[in-house]
């Protein structure tokens, strides 16, 4: 979750409360304001920390969805500036992205007023926010509710999803059996991939260790 310099802690703990029989929840928050955000000696965002910081909280994590806000309160990004570089990290993670002014992100995305954009203009701007995997655009004061809505919708998780979280869980331990050509890669490693659908030898691993994983079944019931 991308915010500003509002704490959303209460929101985040009222989130895990009500899913708590469902899910077991992990919140990475960000504050775009945060002191230790700032240029040195200014007031200014600065980027290259903001996006050390990103790397820091959901390089060894696996992220089911991102929430940012659209207006930060900051001239050098905004909330599509966001999805950008965390793609650039993770570039098939999902994202929720709310405000309290649509015009201003309608005026962002397609260059002018939407009374004013051509049917042309206004497909290509629906088109850019799709190919950026912005799943859904909601108002500043309804961003719980509809988080809520997305995870208890999305809550069947793929077996993708299933080996991701576990491998994460011992990311530091190296890869030995089955699949030579991953042999020596660290669990995380193997989970990046996976997560960004980066190589398409992780679907030939997860065949592997499936095959080998009912291979140990049939001689344990045997």
């Known amino acids: 979750m991308l915010i500003d310099d509002k704490d959303q802690e209460d929101v985040s703990n009222s989130?895990?409360?009500?899913?708590?029989?469902?899910?077991?929840?992990?919140?990475?928050?960000?504050?775009?304001?945060?002191?230790?955000?700032?240029?040195?000696?200014?007031?200014?965002?600065?980027?290259?920390?903001?996006?050390?910081?990103?790397?820091?909280?959901?390089?060894?994590?696996?992220?089911?969805?991102?929430?940012?806000?659209?207006?930060?309160?900051?001239?050098?990004?905004?909330?599509?500036?966001?999805?950008?570089?965390?793609?650039?990290?993770?570039?098939?993670?999902?994202?929720?992205?709310?405000?309290?002014?649509?015009?201003?992100?309608?005026?962002?995305?397609?260059?002018?007023?939407?009374?004013?954009?051509s049917i042309e203009e206004l497909v290509e701007g629906i088109n850019n926010l799709i190919h950026d995997n912005i799943i859904n655009c909601i108002g500043r004061t309804d961003y719980k509710d509809d988080l809520i809505k997305y995870l208890q919708k999305n809550k069947g998780e793929t077996?993708?999803?299933?080996?991701?979280?576990?491998?994460?869980?011992?990311?530091?331990?190296?890869?030995?059996?089955?699949?030579?050509?991953?042999?020596g890669m660290t669990f995380n490693e193997i989970a990046d991939m996976i997560d960004n659908h980066s190589d398409a030898r992780s679907d030939e691993w997860i065949e592997a260790v499936l095959t080998q994983t009912i291979a140990y079944l049939v001689k344990v019931n045997q």
Request: proline share 2%; net charge negative; glycine share 6%.
């Open 15 to 117: 989130i895990k409360t009500q899913l708590r029989n469902d899910f077991d929840l992990e919140f990475l928050l960000i504050r775009t304001a945060a002191p230790e955000l700032k240029e040195d000696n200014s007031e200014d965002l600065d980027l290259s920390k903001l996006k050390a910081v990103i790397e820091d909280k959901i390089g060894r994590k696996h992220i089911d969805v991102a929430l940012t806000d659209f207006d930060l309160e900051s001239d050098c990004i905004n909330g599509l500036g966001i999805v950008r570089m965390v793609h650039e990290i993770r570039p098939n993670v999902n994202f929720l992205i709310y405000s309290g002014n649509w015009n201003k992100v309608i005026r962002t995305v397609i260059g002018k007023d939407y009374q004013q954009a």
């Open 159 to 183: 077996i993708e999803h299933r080996l991701s979280v576990l491998l994460r869980a011992n990311g530091g331990m190296k890869f030995e059996s089955c699949f030579p050509e991953f042999k």
